[in-house]
Nanobody, 115 residues
Framework: QVQLVESGGGLVQPGGSLRLSCAAS????????MGWYRQAPGKQREFVAL???????NYADSVKGRFTISRDIAKNTVYLQMNSLKPEDTAVYYC?????????WGQGTQVTVSS
């Protein structure tokens, strides 16, 4: 059974930082493309960042230079370091893994950026 569990969300002031974690069970993250997506109230889910099996990364233009996706292979965990947070970053953040059997998603973790 593939299970993804996000953690690390919370309330932060503009300009602050948060580090999200996505812990996997039932699969080995480093063998697949992993990604972070987010969904703000009243909006569609959007791409944030991804990391492929070789370690290459890609980011949405809106977060490039502020967010960093990384992984700890030994811990089977993917991270999203978020710096210089803006109010428009407020959303539920979801972890994703793309496998031949389909996409798998975590339950999401809330990030709220507000003064």
């Amino acid at each position: 059974q593939v299970q993804l569990v996000e953690s690390g969300g919370g309330l932060v002031q503009p300009g602050g930082s948060l580090r999200l974690s996505c812990a996997a069970s039932g699969t080995i993250f480093s063998l697949y493309t992993m990604g972070w997506y987010r969904q703000a109230p009243g909006k569609q889910r959007e791409f944030v960042a991804l990391i492929i099996s070789a370690g290459n990364t890609n980011y949405a233009d809106s977060v490039k230079g502020r967010f960093t996706i990384s992984r700890d292979i030994a811990k089977n965990t993917v991270y999203l370091q978020m710096n210089s947070l803006k109010p428009e970053d407020t959303a539920v953040y979801y972890c994703n893994v793309k496998k031949a059997s389909g996409d798998y998603w975590g339950q999401g973790t809330q990030v709220t950026v507000s003064s």
